[in-house]
Structure formats: structure tokens, C-alpha cells
């Protein structure tokens, strides 16, 4: 059974963080009871992260939103760890790219809680045009010491006339004390002399009083001459 450790000795606040073409980073620690939350924006190019952390019963949120308008490129991490309780973390990347240029999205959410309760969201879209390449990859893990681990990821990608779509989707839920879920979605599109390829993955590990749950699904869809491909993986493990 996977173990969480999480030790900070500070406080340190930077958050509300929004950049406009670049990058942006948030972080949160509390400790001895306190409550900690993290959020970070970024368009352009984009990059953001956003991470949160409390320990001795207290609650770590992180949010992370990563825009990328310009040719492409988006990013986008969040992670919440708390050490006696809830912990939420949410992530999402969107991406375009056109004319040759390249849209990759990555969204990647962590979230993990020794006294319960972990809940971790990631959503990740691109679209390319006119031989654009569209790739979205999307992440999410929740990890529960004594119950409740709940993951969700998302991977979404378009292509059209000549590109390539590739979405990647993977979940992860985990608990010792009882009831995981984890859901995937990927779906991929792919129009006129485009490719489309959909891959999802999803692991669902359960503990004492079980209870577990894995839904995967992976579309690919192609017309006007393209070509598609999906792969599905679901794991359902109750010990």
C-alpha cells in the first residue's frame, strides 16, 4: 500500500499568481492545524503550477489553469498533500496550435491525504489544423491513507486537414481504509488525411473494507480519409 510523508517546518504564501505569455507558480505550506490553498494562472505559451501542502489535521487545496494561444504549448501541475485529511487538487491545459505549428497540453494533478479523503482532477484538450500536431496528456492521482481516494483525467485532442491528434489519459485511486474510484477519459479526432490516436489508463487499488472502481474510456474518431487508432486499460485491484 503506497505511504504518504509530508514534513514542513514554514509558511510560505505565494498565490493568485496570473501571467500573461509566460509562467506561473504558487505555493502553500501550513502547518500545526492550519489550512492551505494554491492557485496559479498562466496564458500564452503558458506554464503553471500550483502546490499546497498542510500537516497535524490540516487541509491542502491547489489549483492550476495553463492556456496555451500561441502556436501551442500549455502546462499545468497541481498538487495537494495533506497529513490528517482532505486533500483537492485540480488541473487543466488547453492548447492550439495551426499551420504546422504544435499544440501540446499536459495537465498533470496530484492529491494525497493520510486521515482521508483525497480527491485529484486533471483535464487536458489540443487541437491542431492545417498539419498541426495536437497532443494532450493528462495525469491524476489521489492516494488515501484511511479511506476515500477519489481520481478523475481527461485527454481531448483535434486534428484537421493533415494533423495529428494524440491524447494520452491516465488515473490512479488508492486507499487503506476503504472505496476508490478513478475514471479516464481520452478522446481523440481526426479529420481529412489527419491521424487520431486515443490511449486511456486506469487503476483503481483498494484496502480493509474495499470497495473499487475503474471506468476507462478511449474514443478515436477519423473521417475524410484519416486514420484512427484507441486503447483502453482498466485495473481493478481489492485486497
Given amino acids: 500500500m503506497t505511504r504518504i510523508y509530508f514534513s514542513a517546518i514554514a509558511i510560505v504564501l505565494w498565490t493568485g499568481t496570473t501571467v500573461l505569455g509566460a509562467s506561473a507558480t504558487a505555493s ?12 496559479a494562472r498562466a496564458t500564452g505559451n503558458a506554464d503553471a503550477t500550483a502546490y499546497a501542502g498542510a ?38 491545459a488547453d492548447a492550439r496550435g495551426r499551420f504546422g505549428g504544435r499544440a501540446i497540453a499536459t495537465s498533470e494533478s496530484l492529491a494525497g491525504a493520510i486521515g482521508g479523503v483525497a480527491i485529484s482532477n486533471s483535464d487536458a484538450n489540443a487541437r491542431g489544423a492545417f498539419g498541426g500536431v495536437a497532443r494532450s496528456r493528462s495525469y491524476s492521482t489521489a492516494l488515501s491513507r484511511w479511506g476515500w481516494a477519489q481520481s478523475d483525467s481527461r485527454a481531448r485532442s483535434r486534428g484537421l486537414f493533415g494533423g495529428r491528434a494524440t491524447s494520452i489519459s491516465d488515473a490512479l485511486s488508492d486507499t487503506h481504509g476503504g472505496v476508490a474510484t478513478s475514471r479516464v ?8 488525411r489527419a491521424s487520431a490516436l486515443a490511449d486511456g489508463l486506469g487503476v483503481s487499488i483498494s484496502g480493509p473494507h474495499r470497495r473499487s472502481n475503474a471506468d476507462v474510456r478511449a474514443f478515436s474518431r477519423s473521417s475524410w480519409f484519416g486514420r484512427g487508432q484507441s486503447r483502453s486499460v482498466a485495473v481493478e485491484i481489492r485486497p
Fill in 185 to 192: 477519459l481520452s478522446d481523440s479526432q481526426a479529420g481529412y
Fill in 55 to 92: 500537516t497535524n489535521g490540516g487541509r491542502a487545496i491547489a489549483d492550476s489553469v495553463a492556456t496555451g494561444n500561441r502556436r501551442g504549448y500549455a502546462a499545468s501541475d497541481a498538487v495537494a498533500i495533506a497529513d490528517r485529511g482532505l486533500a483537492v487538487s485540480t488541473s487543466r
Fill in 28 to 39: 502553500s505550506v501550513a502547518t500545526r492545524g492550519g489550512s492551505s490553498s494554491a492557485t
